[in-house]
């Protein structure tokens, strides 16, 4: 995972140092035959400011490496934080890019089920019932009904054949849900000992 994530960090660099290759380019509109060592020269020294300023454990924080830290961490300790992350932190990463929220019915997610095209989340229930009303068959002879993607701003396609459970959001639900019984339960538990 971490050799991944340092080859996408240098393909990334790689990138912008090639994009203010063609900007200089474009900028200076000279003959670049003749400048071809002038412009390697510059992308060498462009890239080279950039891999300075990489920080090779910044990988630590990349999106998929903490999601598959997650999900190794949850193989036998599913519904507990990791050890160096707040209990809460679990829900807060998540929810940046995944609300326990069903954006169609804009109640609490039942059986959760994510969109491979865009990472969203919705009710199983909600969703297919968008699909099975709204949905347009996407190429003609075929059977796939498609629809827009429900949240706002998102343009990824939803089909029957893009969405897969999310156990990931079903398990935080479940240890919410938990949570919320035990301190109920704590709740009532004081209650009835200031009774006494």
């Known amino acids: 995972m971490k050799a991944y994530i340092e080859m996408e960090a240098s393909f990334s660099r790689h990138i912008t140092a090639l994009s203010e290759v063609r900007h200089k380019v474009n900028a200076q509109q000279r003959n670049v035959?003749?400048?071809?060592?002038?412009l390697s020269n510059f992308f060498e020294e462009r890239l080279a400011q950039l891999e300075a300023r990489h920080d090779a454990a910044q990988y630590?924080?990349?999106?998929?490496f903490t999601s598959f830290r997650r999900k190794v961490w949850n193989v036998n300790h599913e519904g507990e934080a990791l050890p160096d992350e707040p209990e809460d932190d679990l829900v807060i990463s998540r929810t940046q890019s995944v609300s326990?929220?069903?954006?169609?019915?804009?109640?609490?997610?039942?059986?959760?089920?994510?969109n491979r095209n865009c990472g969203h989340v919705y009710s199983q229930a909600a969703i297919q019932g968008v699909l099975a009303t709204g949905g347009k068959i996407i190429a003609r002879g075929s059977k796939i009904k498609a629809v827009n993607?429900?949240?706002?701003?998102?343009?990824?396609?939803?089909?029957?054949e893009?969405?897969?459970?999310?156990?990931?959001?079903?398990?935080?639900?479940?240890?919410?849900?938990?949570?919320?019984?035990?301190?109920?339960?704590?709740?009532?538990?004081?209650?009835?000992?200031e009774d006494l």
């Open 33 to 38: 035959d003749h400048e071809e060592s002038e």
């Open 100 to 114: 326990l929220h069903c954006p169609i019915t804009r109640q609490d997610l039942v059986d959760p089920i994510k």
């Open 149 to 160: 993607c429900p949240v706002a701003g998102c343009s990824a396609k939803v089909t029957t």
């Open 60 to 64: 630590k924080s990349h999106p998929k």
């Open 162 to 193: 893009s969405l897969e459970k999310d156990r990931e959001i079903e398990r935080e639900i479940k240890r919410l849900k938990l949570k919320k019984t035990q301190q109920t339960q704590e709740d009532s538990d004081d209650e009835d000992v």
